[in-house]
């Protein structure tokens, strides 16, 4: 899962986004599972400078990633990306 920063005013303009993963399959129960390999956001909560990201894993259990929030913002790509 990546992460990409919209426009507030018209939100179908991408204004960056991560080149990198943020949150991706790696430990067993990530990658072994109904769907191996899989991960998928099922909403977040911002606290101060934490984003809690929870998320489905293989398809069979939830997991919980914290994340700063200052460094995703850090290391969005804001070069130019999907033509624009």
Known sequence: MGAVLLDLN???KV????SEPLVKPETD?????????VVFSC?????GD???MYYGVADT????AELS???????LNYENFFGQ
Do not use: H, Q, T, W
């Not at 909403?43 to 606290?47: L, M, N, S």
């Open 69 to 75: 929030l200052s460094e995703i913002l850090d290391s």
């Open 10 to 12: 018209e939100p179908s």
């Open 61 to 64: 259990s939830m997991a919980c």
């Open 15 to 18: 204004i960056a986004r991560s």
């Open 50 to 52: 934490i984003v809690k």
């Open 29 to 37: 129960y990530e990658i072994n599972g109904f769907f191996g390999n």
């Open 43 to 47: 909403g977040a909560i911002v606290e």
